[in-house]
């Protein structure tokens, strides 16, 4: 195991593929602001590799580490910091239905007693400086029902990131964003890695995981193919992954 790796995994099979997986297990390492993402066609699997990575699914083979500590060994305590630390989000994560945008982004800050090191408007004044930089457009007084789905999605991660956590686990994050959100959206996740956050990335965009990406894992409902670069994939002879790539919609996607 690398010495500074926040996710580590050895021989890493989820037990959750919806299908009869016969590939290779996955050995696996994820350091502090570096980003890998998963790539592969629809049904292939790749939401089940990220839950597994975050610990959050079970394993039908090998370990997972974070922060150094194995996921299948963990007391309460540890689970609770551990999910502060490796943070999950999926396209449609909930929020708070009788919360507004702010107090949904301050809920589990509060729950994890941050308020307690950070005196409660200071606390307040840091989420809406995250909030700020991710879309000062939000409107943080309204209800859930009556946010725009993009701007819903925005809060979760400002929820997430207000934990500062370690590494951020996004699947699918772009699915309720247009052009022009979607862009400045990626920026947004640049500048978090380059302050030293770690990404671990479900994208259907191919030239973002292609550009972003320090590490890629391909799926299919075979095997799975790991890659430690981004010249490693673009310059690999496997006919599987290189059809993916050259998928025209594959490479269209803005």
């Given at each position: 195991?690398?010495?500074?790796?926040?996710?580590?995994?050895?021989?890493?099979?989820?037990?959750?593929?919806?299908?009869?997986?016969?590939?290779?297990?996955?050995?696996?390492?994820?350091?502090?602001?570096?980003?890998?993402?998963?790539?592969?066609?629809?049904?292939?699997?790749?939401?089940?590799?990220?839950?597994?990575?975050?610990?959050?699914?079970?394993?039908?083979?090998?370990?997972?580490?974070?922060?150094?500590?194995?996921?299948?060994?963990?007391?309460a305590?540890?689970?609770?910091?551990?999910?502060?630390?490796?943070?999950?989000?999926?396209?449609?994560t909930?929020?708070?239905?009788?919360?507004?945008?702010?107090?949904?982004?301050?809920?589990?800050?509060?729950?994890h007693?941050?308020?307690?090191?950070?005196?409660?408007?200071?606390l307040?004044?840091?989420?809406?400086?995250?909030?700020?930089?991710?879309?000062?457009?939000?409107?943080?007084?309204?209800?859930?029902?009556?946010?725009?789905?993009?701007?819903?999605?925005?809060?979760?991660?400002?929820?997430a990131?207000?934990?500062e956590?370690?590494?951020?686990?996004?699947?699918?994050?772009?699915?309720?964003?247009?052009?022009d959100?979607?862009?400045?959206?990626?920026?947004?996740?640049?500048?978090?890695?380059?302050?030293?956050?770690?990404?671990?990335?479900v994208?259907?965009d191919?030239?973002?995981?292609?550009?972003?990406?320090?590490?890629?894992?391909?799926?299919?409902?075979?095997?799975?193919?790991?890659?430690?670069?981004?010249?490693?994939?673009?310059?690999n002879?496997?006919?599987?992954?290189?059809?993916?790539?050259?998928?025209?919609?594959?490479?269209?996607?803005?």
């Amino acid at each position: 195991m690398q010495n500074n790796s926040i996710i580590h995994c050895e021989q890493l099979i989820p037990d959750k593929l919806p299908f009869d997986y016969q590939g290779e297990a996955l050995n696996f390492d994820l350091a502090a602001g570096e980003v890998a993402c998963i790539i592969g066609s629809n049904y292939s699997g790749k939401g089940v590799w990220i839950r597994a990575l975050c610990g959050l699914d079970d394993q039908l083979s090998g370990n997972v580490y974070i922060n150094g500590k194995n996921t299948l060994n963990l007391s309460a305590d540890d689970w609770k910091k551990m999910r502060m630390k490796a943070a999950y989000l999926h396209e449609d994560t909930a929020l708070l239905s009788a919360a507004n945008g702010l107090i949904n982004v301050l809920a589990p800050a509060i729950y994890h007693q941050l308020d307690k090191n950070l005196k409660n408007q200071l606390l307040v004044e840091k989420a809406l400086d995250l909030l700020e930089q991710i879309d000062p457009k939000i409107n943080l007084d309204n209800l859930p029902a009556y946010i725009t789905k993009d701007h819903r999605y925005k809060i979760a991660v400002a929820r997430a990131l207000l934990l500062e956590p370690d590494v951020l686990a996004i699947n699918n994050p772009f699915a309720h964003f247009n052009s022009d959100s979607k862009h400045k959206f990626k920026l947004f996740l640049k500048q978090q890695v380059e302050q030293g956050l770690s990404l671990l990335i479900v994208t259907h965009d191919i030239p973002f995981a292609l550009s972003i990406s320090d590490k890629i894992i391909f799926t299919d409902q075979k095997n799975l193919h790991y890659f430690d670069s981004r010249d490693a994939i673009l310059n690999n002879d496997i006919p599987e992954v290189n059809q993916f790539l050259n998928c025209p919609e594959n490479q269209d996607r803005a």
